[in-house]
């Protein structure tokens, strides 16, 4: 490197939540460091940071044994410990998830089983007087009750980590954006406000990721969520989370609400196909994202495959009506009346060439950048467990250059024990492998506590028929 000027040790791209958390951790590994982070925005945690709901899941939905369900958990923890010690406020207001009806049942119980795997705390089964003791408004013939989910304004995480991260020497530079990324070590992160030079980069660039690492066979596909805000004596009544049974014909999460941190109450965020990554108004376009939507067949292929969720999505997104028709299914009284238009945001769904969506977090490796290419929820509750595998993840960089999986990246420590399929056997790099899923082992039914005894919930005979 002789010759060569090094403007940091470090230096992340993306000052969201993620990246600060990956900067601090960088910091608190290595005092002596020095780190820069940038953005392109004027301020810190613009986009997907700052446009959700302030959930901190205790890892109820994700998939045993994947990175969701170990980071959500360890993340939740580190997250909680550090508003308590930076005076940020929380709220573990509960979760809800109700079984409508006699058909959900089924479905509520599989996620019974999933949650107690994943180690979900305090987890409780209720019938249908007994979910009414912890939503009151509500109705349904079951539920699963989380009472360790709770809320928090991840902006005020934001500043918090900032804080930490100018106190402990590092730099954050808003306002400059950054085009490319050149070299292998050192690397030149260049952009219209000039050059940085760093020894290494770690990219948490959210919704750009796809376009700033180069990826190929994945690109992000932009969804648009949009909340309503509820109104009136129903509102009144909710204390914490409630959420729907998963349709397991849809890929997305159904109409659920939440008791934000600031007390107002929210239904939504629907998911319908966003016109453009980075605009927060409803039909908003911008040519270049449309396009490159228009133009990948992933997205056509995963269409194709769900145009019921599809059209479902969209009469949500139009009627207030047909969304109150849909609260109304586990909490009666809602009208549509009720529902005023709320803000909006944009989710970064990473999505392969086949038009699968890539469910699970994935960081990525070439030379002396580490990328994070997909960070969908629990994205924020899990950023500071997330923090430290994106800070220190080995290498599996084959002398080609060609992306590869790093397996520090889902908490393991070499190649035969890393999620990813062909980065376990061994064959040839790919650019950005898909994940396959494993099939999880016949296990006995996990055990949900039913207040006093702890019984698996009831198999209902008829389901064999389905």
């Not at 980075?278 to 145009?307: I, M, S, T």
């Not at 994935?362 to 997330?386: D, E, K, M, Q, W």
Request: net charge positive; charged share 25%; hydrophobic share 40%.
């Amino acid at each position: 490197m002789r010759g060569i000027s090094i403007d940091a040790d470090v230096a992340v791209v993306g000052a969201g939540i993620l990246g600060l958390a990956t900067a601090w951790t960088v910091l608190q590994r290595r005092p002596d460091a020095a780190v820069v982070v940038v953005e392109k925005e004027p301020a810190i945690g613009v986009h997907q940071t700052g446009h959700n709901s302030g959930v901190l899941h205790a890892g109820i939905y994700y998939a045993p044994g994947s990175l969701k369900a170990r980071l959500c958990r360890a993340g939740k923890e580190q997250i909680e410990r550090y508003a308590r010690d930076r005076g940020i406020p929380y709220d573990a207001n509960g979760k809800l998830v109700i079984a409508a009806d006699d058909d959900e049942v089924p479905g509520l119980e599989r996620l019974a089983e999933r949650a107690a795997r994943n180690g979900v705390p305090g987890l409780r089964w209720l019938d249908a007087n007994e979910l009414t003791t912890v939503e009151p408004a509500a109705r349904g013939v079951a539920a699963l009750h989380s009472p360790s989910t709770g809320v928090i304004d991840f902006r005020a995480v934001c500043d918090a980590l900032a804080g930490d991260v100018r106190a402990a020497g590092g730099t954050v530079r808003t306002g400059w954006p950054v085009d490319r990324l050149s070299g292998n070590g050192p690397v030149v992160l260049a952009g219209p406000a000039g050059a940085i030079t760093a020894r290494s980069v770690i990219a948490c660039a959210g919704l750009q990721s796809d376009r700033l690492a180069g990826t190929r066979d994945v690109r992000i596909v932009p969804f648009r969520g949009s909340w309503y805000r509820l109104r009136g004596p129903v509102a009144d009544r909710i204390r914490g989370s409630i959420y729907p049974v998963p349709d397991p014909r849809y890929p997305f999460l159904g109409v659920h609400l939440t008791r934000r941190i600031d007390g107002e109450v929210w239904a939504g965020p629907n998911a319908f196909l966003a016109f453009a990554r980075e605009r927060y108004r409803r039909w908003a376009v911008a040519p270049r994202d449309a396009v490159d939507v228009a133009r990948f067949g992933g997205f056509w292929r995963f269409a194709a495959r769900n145009l019921a969720a599809a059209r479902r999505e969209f009469v949500h997104d139009v009627s207030r009506h047909a969304y109150a028709r849909a609260v109304a299914r586990y909490l009666p009284g809602v009208r549509a009346a009720d529902l005023e238009r709320g803000p909006m945001g944009v989710r970064a769904q990473a999505m392969t060439s086949d038009g699968s969506m890539v469910d699970d977090f994935r960081i990525a490796r070439r030379g002396a950048v580490v990328h994070v290419l997909n960070a969908p929820s629990p994205a924020a509750t899990s950023s500071r467990a997330r923090s430290r595998a994106s800070a220190s993840p080995r290498s599996t960089r084959s002398a080609s250059g060609s992306w590869r999986c790093t397996g520090t990246a889902s908490g393991t420590s070499s190649r035969a024990s890393c999620p990813d399929r062909a980065c376990r056997s061994g064959s040839p790099p790919i650019s950005f492998p898909q994940r396959r899923p494993r099939a999880e082992p016949n296990r006995r039914r996990a055990t949900i506590d039913r207040r006093k005894t702890r019984v698996a919930p009831r198999r209902r005979t008829r389901t064999a028929a389905r």
